[in-house]
């Protein structure tokens, strides 16, 4: 009986009212695009080509439904855990197993195993091995035997197992009935409900009560429990984490403790009465509360990590898709003191010209030569745009390209955001690129490389170094690498990627192909050319028919003898396309961006393998062919004369570009190298619950200033005071 082995596999149909349920997707859809995911297809790939399956669900309700099967999936595994856990301890009876069995929730299921998990050496198994375990029971029934406390505990003594008197061993026997009640899911559903109407608390830890902090705020503070902000938790927490701040749930613990006595102490006549009560009492104080608080706060943790994860995801997503300048050859600067300021000039194509380093900022001052260097770089070179990154130095920087614009430059000069150059640049994706140049000279290329394309080049960098995200360092890590690695690949999906072009780490998030088959490309690439189809894909060592179903629609081959490969149109539609060109009695090829596809009725061309939503998507696609789905790129117009902070004042109207999103609201750069706060009330006239309502990083606003305070290095902004 004890060797019984107790498996619980994860089954679709018995799960997928609940995963519909809770995807809040009819069971329909639910249905069908769960099966997709469990066979092995994409998110993107199901989004775009398999929307008649679906019912036209799109990525956010298939990532919903991809993580409530992972959900049923650790559920069904961990109730085989517990179950063989139990069973193993000779304690699993019929009615326990059905409840564990029926059980729809990992917390709730957790519960149910709380007084069987294998616990650690405490008050309670001690008195356990000194044979108490007898009287706790004749303590949790309450029921007199007739007999006299002296009678009653007697045959419990035992001095050696450590129980000289009666005294000794009613203290056990209350220890292990404390823990009986500490783990009573029913007395833990009373004390959490009691919790949730309390205050969460911080106060200042003693070393700190004198210094100031950034979280001085929250040096005794108390609000309600169930209205805390998440991202003003996370604060909290990173406080405690810090050693500035204590961080805890207030409570009428008093009130507690008689509500939890009077469930608990039942019989008034009980010869051990009082000695439950205070047993009631410790459960409360020593277990009891301390279990339930850090249970709620681990769920506040987990809601404020969904929501900082989301935040983060969502400003990711605007910064991949940002606006990309396309093919024009910039100059890209790495700004800096002492070293230099690191120069790399790029051509259309990204490809690597030439480097230069110059000493225009503190302490060597040598503006007129840098001058004269970089006016000789952009005649050589052609140069259109300038591109400075805003790290150490930029301010200065900055001040001397205007400056040099200004006396008759014809160049654009724009800020780029440089968080995670330097990641990039020590990385072996730049050693492999640029293995005979110095860090900062590859830092400099990767900064003009991202105004020419954003996606292409910040893909090379791990996401949480990008600089977009809000506590990203305190949510759980796990949740937000899968989080950012489906926004990256969502995002790498929809623009698309240049077969013939794209690095190993463009293409290692198209759909279908992941880190070894994109190396497996570029290795073909570079021994056999440019791909002179999507077909030749199926030459790449171990990509077989599946990895190319997934991924051909994503991938683009220009000029190849297919222009249809140079669209969004998958290969399995091609005859599709056939079909279209004979109705309108001409080829295929001539259909390609041709208004006439207009003409055509999609109706006539469904069949059993394609139905309404893909014709409609490939006549769209045939009419505007490789459409770029990012905004048109637009140079901000930073105000004259405005460079630092001390150069604001309180009412100037500003152009500025937005560089992160959160739920209080936005940040953005107004050309002074310290961004300034939009709050989330002055966002817009009207009421917004969410910023990313109106604003998203990588827009350009008007902005009015409110406040430029230099002391502290803070700027408060308007865009509802700039609207006009």
């Given at each position: 009986m004890k060797n019984e082995t107790i498996e619980i596999a994860f089954d679709l149909e018995a799960e997928i009212r609940e995963i519909a349920a809770a995807c809040r997707v009819p069971e329909a859809k639910a249905r069908p695009a769960a099966q997709l995911l469990i066979e092995g297809n994409t998110i993107p790939f199901i989004a775009r080509y398999r929307k008649e399956r679906t019912g036209g669900l799109d990525e956010a309700a298939l990532r919903a439904i991809e993580d409530a099967i992972q959900y049923f999936r650790e559920l069904a595994e961990r109730k085989a855990t517990v179950l063989k856990t139990i069973h193993e301890q000779g304690r699993l009876d019929e009615p326990l197993r059905n409840r564990i069995l029926a059980c729809r929730d990992k917390k709730e299921l957790e519960e149910l195993y709380l007084p069987f998990k294998p616990k650690r050496r405490t008050r309670a198994t001690i008195a356990r091995q000194r044979g108490l375990e007898p009287l706790a029971g004749f303590l949790k029934r309450q029921v007199n035997s007739g007999a006299g406390r002296e009678e009653v505990l007697r045959p419990y003594i035992n001095p050696g197992q450590d129980v000289p008197d009666g005294e000794s061993a009613l203290r056990g026997a209350c220890d292990i009935v404390a823990e009986d009640w500490a783990d009573n899911?029913?007395?833990?559903?009373?004390?959490?409900?009691?919790?949730?109407?309390?205050?969460?608390?911080?106060?200042?830890?003693?070393?700190?009560?004198?210094?100031?902090?950034?979280?001085?705020?929250?040096?005794?503070?108390?609000?309600?429990?169930?209205?805390v902000p998440s991202h003003r938790y996370l604060a909290m927490r990173r406080g405690e984490s810090e050693e500035v701040l204590r961080v805890g749930i207030e409570m009428d613990q008093e009130a507690v403790i008689r509500r939890v006595a009077g469930r608990l102490v039942t019989n008034p006549?009980?010869?051990?009465?009082?000695?439950?009560?205070?047993?009631?009492?410790?459960?409360?104080?020593?277990?009891?509360?301390?279990?339930v608080e850090a249970a709620l706060l681990g769920e506040m943790k987990d809601t404020a990590d969904e929501e900082a994860i989301q935040v983060f995801s969502q400003n990711l997503r605007e910064l991949l898709l940002a606006p990309p300048a396309g093919q024009r050859v910039v100059m890209g600067i790495d700004p800096g003191f002492r070293t230099g300021c690191k120069v790399a000039v790029v051509d259309a194509t990204g490809k690597f010209l030439e480097n230069a380093t110059i000493?225009?900022?503190?302490?060597?001052?040598?503006?007129?030569?840098?001058?004269?260097?970089?006016?000789?770089?952009?005649?050589?070179?052609?140069?259109?745009?300038?591109?400075?990154?805003?790290g150490t130095a930029s301010r200065e920087t900055d001040a001397f390209v205007a400056s040099l614009l200004g006396s008759g430059g014809r160049l654009a000069k724009v800020s780029v955001n440089e968080a995670g150059a330097s990641v990039y640049s020590a990385s072996d994706v730049a050693r492999a690129e640029f293995?005979?140049?110095?860090?900062?000279?590859?830092?400099?290329?990767?900064?003009?490389?991202?105004?020419?394309?954003?996606?292409?080049?910040?893909?090379?960098?791990?996401p949480k170094s990008i600089g977009v995200g809000q506590y990203q360092h305190d949510v759980n890590q796990t949740k937000l690498r899968k989080a950012l690695d489906r926004e990256v690949e969502s995002c790498v999906n929809l623009v698309g990627v240049d077969l013939n072009t794209a690095s190993a780490q463009l293409l290692s998030y198209v759909s279908g192909i992941g880190p070894k088959l994109a190396d497996g490309i570029l290795q073909h690439r570079n021994a056999h050319g440019a791909f002179a189809s999507r077909e030749g894909l199926l030459s790449v060592p171990r990509l077989g028919s599946k990895a190319f179903q997934q991924s051909a629609g994503f991938l683009r081959v220009r000029d190849g003898g297919q222009p249809l490969d140079n669209s969004a149109v998958h290969p399995e539609s091609y005859p599709i396309v056939s079909r279209m060109a004979k109705a309108l009695g001409t080829t295929p090829e001539s259909?390609?961006?041709?208004?006439?596809?207009?003409?055509?009725?999609p109706r006539q061309f469904v069949d059993e393998r394609a139905g309404?939503?893909?014709?409609?998507?490939?006549?769209?696609?045939?009419?505007?062919?490789?459409?770029?789905?990012?905004r048109e790129f637009r140079v901000p117009k930073f105000a004259d004369g405005v460079h630092e902070l001390a150069d604001l004042r309180e009412g100037m109207i500003l152009e500025g570009v937005v560089t992160n999103v959160t739920r209080f609201g936005a940040f953005v750069d107004v050309g002074v190298h310290q961004d300034g706060l939009i709050h989330i009330s002055e966002l817009d006239h009207r009421f917004i619950n969410d910023p990313s309502e109106v604003v998203a990083v990588g827009d350009i606003v008007r902005v009015k200033v409110l406040q430029a305070d230099t002391q502290r290095?803070?700027?408060?902004?308007?865009?509802k005071q700039a609207l006009s």
């Amino acid at each position: 009986m004890k060797n019984e082995t107790i498996e619980i596999a994860f089954d679709l149909e018995a799960e997928i009212r609940e995963i519909a349920a809770a995807c809040r997707v009819p069971e329909a859809k639910a249905r069908p695009a769960a099966q997709l995911l469990i066979e092995g297809n994409t998110i993107p790939f199901i989004a775009r080509y398999r929307k008649e399956r679906t019912g036209g669900l799109d990525e956010a309700a298939l990532r919903a439904i991809e993580d409530a099967i992972q959900y049923f999936r650790e559920l069904a595994e961990r109730k085989a855990t517990v179950l063989k856990t139990i069973h193993e301890q000779g304690r699993l009876d019929e009615p326990l197993r059905n409840r564990i069995l029926a059980c729809r929730d990992k917390k709730e299921l957790e519960e149910l195993y709380l007084p069987f998990k294998p616990k650690r050496r405490t008050r309670a198994t001690i008195a356990r091995q000194r044979g108490l375990e007898p009287l706790a029971g004749f303590l949790k029934r309450q029921v007199n035997s007739g007999a006299g406390r002296e009678e009653v505990l007697r045959p419990y003594i035992n001095p050696g197992q450590d129980v000289p008197d009666g005294e000794s061993a009613l203290r056990g026997a209350c220890d292990i009935v404390a823990e009986d009640w500490a783990d009573n899911a029913e007395i833990r559903a009373v004390v959490r409900e009691a919790m949730q109407q309390g205050l969460l608390a911080s106060a200042v830890r003693r070393e700190w009560a004198e210094k100031p902090s950034k979280f001085e705020m929250y040096y005794d503070h108390r609000e309600p429990l169930a209205k805390v902000p998440s991202h003003r938790y996370l604060a909290m927490r990173r406080g405690e984490s810090e050693e500035v701040l204590r961080v805890g749930i207030e409570m009428d613990q008093e009130a507690v403790i008689r509500r939890v006595a009077g469930r608990l102490v039942t019989n008034p006549s009980f010869l051990f009465r009082r000695e439950l009560l205070d047993t009631a009492a410790d459960c409360c104080q020593r277990l009891l509360l301390p279990s339930v608080e850090a249970a709620l706060l681990g769920e506040m943790k987990d809601t404020a990590d969904e929501e900082a994860i989301q935040v983060f995801s969502q400003n990711l997503r605007e910064l991949l898709l940002a606006p990309p300048a396309g093919q024009r050859v910039v100059m890209g600067i790495d700004p800096g003191f002492r070293t230099g300021c690191k120069v790399a000039v790029v051509d259309a194509t990204g490809k690597f010209l030439e480097n230069a380093t110059i000493y225009p900022t503190p302490p060597h001052n040598k503006t007129k030569e840098a001058a004269e260097i970089i006016l000789k770089l952009v005649a050589r070179h052609h140069v259109e745009l300038i591109a400075v990154g805003t790290g150490t130095a930029s301010r200065e920087t900055d001040a001397f390209v205007a400056s040099l614009l200004g006396s008759g430059g014809r160049l654009a000069k724009v800020s780029v955001n440089e968080a995670g150059a330097s990641v990039y640049s020590a990385s072996d994706v730049a050693r492999a690129e640029f293995p005979d140049l110095d860090l900062t000279v590859r830092g400099a290329i990767s900064i003009a490389r991202r105004l020419q394309d954003p996606l292409a080049e910040l893909v090379k960098i791990d996401p949480k170094s990008i600089g977009v995200g809000q506590y990203q360092h305190d949510v759980n890590q796990t949740k937000l690498r899968k989080a950012l690695d489906r926004e990256v690949e969502s995002c790498v999906n929809l623009v698309g990627v240049d077969l013939n072009t794209a690095s190993a780490q463009l293409l290692s998030y198209v759909s279908g192909i992941g880190p070894k088959l994109a190396d497996g490309i570029l290795q073909h690439r570079n021994a056999h050319g440019a791909f002179a189809s999507r077909e030749g894909l199926l030459s790449v060592p171990r990509l077989g028919s599946k990895a190319f179903q997934q991924s051909a629609g994503f991938l683009r081959v220009r000029d190849g003898g297919q222009p249809l490969d140079n669209s969004a149109v998958h290969p399995e539609s091609y005859p599709i396309v056939s079909r279209m060109a004979k109705a309108l009695g001409t080829t295929p090829e001539s259909l390609i961006g041709n208004a006439a596809v207009k003409r055509l009725d999609p109706r006539q061309f469904v069949d059993e393998r394609a139905g309404l939503p893909t014709i409609e998507d490939i006549l769209r696609e045939l009419e505007k062919p490789g459409r770029d789905p990012r905004r048109e790129f637009r140079v901000p117009k930073f105000a004259d004369g405005v460079h630092e902070l001390a150069d604001l004042r309180e009412g100037m109207i500003l152009e500025g570009v937005v560089t992160n999103v959160t739920r209080f609201g936005a940040f953005v750069d107004v050309g002074v190298h310290q961004d300034g706060l939009i709050h989330i009330s002055e966002l817009d006239h009207r009421f917004i619950n969410d910023p990313s309502e109106v604003v998203a990083v990588g827009d350009i606003v008007r902005v009015k200033v409110l406040q430029a305070d230099t002391q502290r290095g803070r700027i408060s902004l308007s865009r509802k005071q700039a609207l006009s």
